[in-house]
Structure formats: structure tokens, C-alpha cells
């Protein structure tokens, strides 16, 4: 079998799980259920935790949705991470109920005041962001050229998070 080298990143942590550096590659799932049928979605946290699972990303398409993760996180052991579309208030919000990560998407989160907002409040809290692009929500130029599109998206937040110099992301 053929060894794979690992490139070496900048080291970020999320809750109590160690994201690049030298650290093990970890696994994170994402639940299928609706984030505010609490007891549904611990049930199937637990499940993905027996599996294996480091941590969990949750759908967060609401206020209600934010407000749960609060109960979700008395329940579980694992870090939870808030996937945030359309909505900064959300992240916000998220923060609050204890996320341990931020997902946020440069193809739906666009103006640099909302985004701030969100940087300010993951950096006071200790909040690491996950930049996560899809090729869905990235506007395409009028070449149609969505590689370059996706890497232009990630590149413009990442420059607004080192301009405010915040340093705890990935990007995927």
C-alpha cells in the first residue's frame, strides 16, 4: 500500500478535536434530520459517534434550529458544527447555543459588514470557520469557468478574514 504524504496546515481546533498540523485525520458526518427534533438528532449523533464520527455538522436554516443546538449539546460528546446559509444572524445565533465551528458559504453570505460580524463573534468565543464553497452557490462569471469561480469565492473571504486578522479557518 502506498503511503500518502500529508501536506502540513495551519493547526485549528474544534471543540476538543485537532484539525490539521500534525494532527490524525479526523471524520466529520453531517446529520440528516431537522436540527430542532432534538431527540431525533442525538439519537442519530450517537449513532454516527459509535460509527466513528469526531464531530457533526447540523443544518441550521433557522432561528429555532440555532436555538436548539443548546439542548443538542447536553446530549452529545462530540463537537457540533453549524452549517450557515443566506442568514449571518444564524452563525450568530449559532455561537451563542454553543456551536464548536462555523460553516459559512461565500456563495449565499456576501456583504463583508455580515461576515465581520460573524468573525468578531467566532474570535471572541474561540470559533474556528469552515470557508465551504459548492459549486450551487458560487455566481458564475460569464465564461462559465467554475473551478476558478469556487477558488475566486474562497479567496475574497479569506482576505477579509486575514485583513481582520482572523487566522482560525479551513477551507474546503
Known amino acids: 500500500m502506498k503511503k500518502i504524504k500529508r501536506r502540513i496546515s495551519r493547526q485549528v481546533k474544534v471543540g476538543n478535536v485537532l484539525i490539521g498540523g500534525n494532527a490524525p485525520v479526523s471524520v466529520q458526518g453531517m446529520t440528516k434530520t431537522d436540527t430542532c427534533d432534538v431527540q431525533a438528532t442525538v439519537r442519530q449523533i450517537r449513532q454516527m459517534t459509535r460509527a466513528g464520527c469526531d464531530l457533526v455538522r447540523l443544518a441550521v436554516p433557522d ?14 460528546s462530540i463537537p457540533l458544527v453549524a452549517d450557515i446559509h443566506f ?7 449559532a455561537m451563542k447555543n454553543n456551536a464548536d465551528k462555523i460553516r459559512l458559504n461565500p456563495g449565499n453570505i456576501k456583504e463583508q459588514r455580515q461576515v465581520e460580524k460573524v468573525l468578531a463573534a467566532a474570535a471572541g468565543r474561540g470559533i474556528p470557520i469552515r470557508i465551504g464553497l459548492n459549486s450551487g452557490s458560487v455566481l458564475r462569471s460569464a465564461g462559465n469557468h467554475l ?26
Open 63 to 76: 432561528m429555532k434550529a440555532a436555538v436548539a443546538l443548546s439542548a443538542i449539546r447536553r446530549e452529545i
Open 87 to 93: 442568514d449571518y444572524r444564524l452563525a450568530l445565533a
Open 147 to 172: 473551478v476558478e469561480d469556487m477558488l475566486r469565492a474562497a479567496a475574497e473571504y479569506e482576505r477579509w478574514f486575514r485583513s481582520l486578522d482572523f487566522y482560525d479557518y479551513v477551507i474546503s
